[in-house]
């Protein structure tokens, strides 16, 4: 768990976990946490499918396959159907977002950003808004055991 020790209630729960560590003789990790200067596309991308995953209650996996790719950028990840080597059998195929270009990820990435607010209210943070990405971690990062990552 990442904690703010300018938040007072965060501050208080990383003392109280501290302390309870210490009681119980457990092994545990303390370290600062520095300011990101940028984050990756990558990874701001996997952040805001997790965040809107716990936000609407689908997992990481399903909003980046069925919402992401096949209903926001179809257009861009769809590469057609094809039939396999069973006749009869035809598979779809879809792009995987390691294939983008920047231009693309960035074209993917805002139409999903524009969607998520202007369809369902949720707002996604854009890649600049470091504070506001550090607290989506945080709170990411408290539903660590959930379905959603």
């Known amino acids: ?6 938040n007072p209630l ?6 109280e976990k501290l302390k309870y560590f210490i009681s119980k003789g457990k092994t545990f990790e303390l ?21 809107f995953g716990i936000e609407t209650g689908y997992t990481m996996e399903e909003v980046k396959q069925e919402i992401f790719k096949k209903h926001v950028n179809s257009a861009i990840f769809y590469e057609g159907e094809f039939e396999g080597k069973i006749k009869g059998f035809k598979i779809e195929r879809w792009r995987s977002t390691a294939s983008l270009d920047t231009a693309d990820a960035t074209l993917a990435i805002n139409r999903f950003r524009n969607f998520s607010s202007n369809e369902l209210g949720i707002y996604l943070p854009e890649p600049k808004e470091l504070a506001l990405l550090q607290d989506l971690e945080n709170e990411i990062s408290k539903h660590s055991n959930q379905e959603y990552l």
């Open 31 to 51: 370290k600062a946490k520095h300011p990101k200067r940028s984050i990756s596309q990558n990874s701001y991308l996997h952040l805001i499918l997790t965040w």
């Open 10 to 15: 965060q501050k208080n729960q990383a003392i």
């Open 1 to 6: 768990m990442i904690y703010n020790a300018t």
